[in-house]
Every structure is written in C-alpha cells, then in structure tokens.
C-alpha cells in the first residue's frame, strides 16, 4: 500500500502544476474576411474574454489599431493596410496571448 501513495505523489503534483500553468492562459483568433479583421478571445474553459484590450501590430512593430472585445469577446476592425499583423489581447491579471496574421491572410480578405 505504501508503494501506492509513492506513485500517486508525482501524478498530484503533475495535475497541481497543470492547474496554475492554465490559469493564465487566454485563447486568441483572427481572421479576414470582406475588407475587415475579426478577432475572438476566450478562455480556455469558453468564457468570453469582455473588455479585454486589443491591440495590433504591423511587422515593424508599430501599433496601428487598438481596441476592446465586446461581451462576446469579438473585435473587428478594417483592414488597416497588407502586412503581417501580430494581434494581443490583454484579459488583465496576466490573461495574455497574441495571434500572427500573415500578409498573404491579410490580403486574401480584403
């Protein structure tokens, strides 16, 4: 029986350990589509990400759009210009994540 208890010692930790590495975790997605970007962001147990800052980068690292999801965690803004975008979302308490949109996406939505 003691052999048992010893074995199940590093299956809590890992399980413990998988609980806090999630906790700041947020999901991001973007896509174009008819002239304009639309951004989701949600948690990874579904949970819309509401107000969550936005913010969008051209490949010059030049921030170009900012913005706030709504209650459903959307943004979309027009396409701003052809080029590789990197879009954040900032979910506040360390929910961060961020999504490379490249310029051949870009292009094939506007």
Do not use: C
Not at 18 to 44: D, W
Request: net charge neutral.
């Amino acid at each position: 029986m003691k052999i048992m208890h010893y074995l199940l010692i590093p299956v809590f930790l890992l399980w413990l350990g998988s609980g806090t590495s999630q906790a700041h975790k947020v999901n991001l997605f973007a896509y174009a589509e008819g002239g304009r970007i639309y951004t989701e962001s949600y948690f990874p147990d579904g949970k819309a990400v509401e107000t969550g800052k936005v913010l969008v980068y051209d490949s010059r690292d030049k921030l170009i759009i900012e913005g706030v999801t709504d209650q459903k965690g959307l943004f979309q803004f027009a396409i701003p210009k052809v080029d590789d975008l990197t879009i954040v979302i900032d979910a506040g308490m360390g929910h961060k994540n961020s999504f490379k949109l490249k310029k051949s996406e870009v292009e094939a939505g506007k």
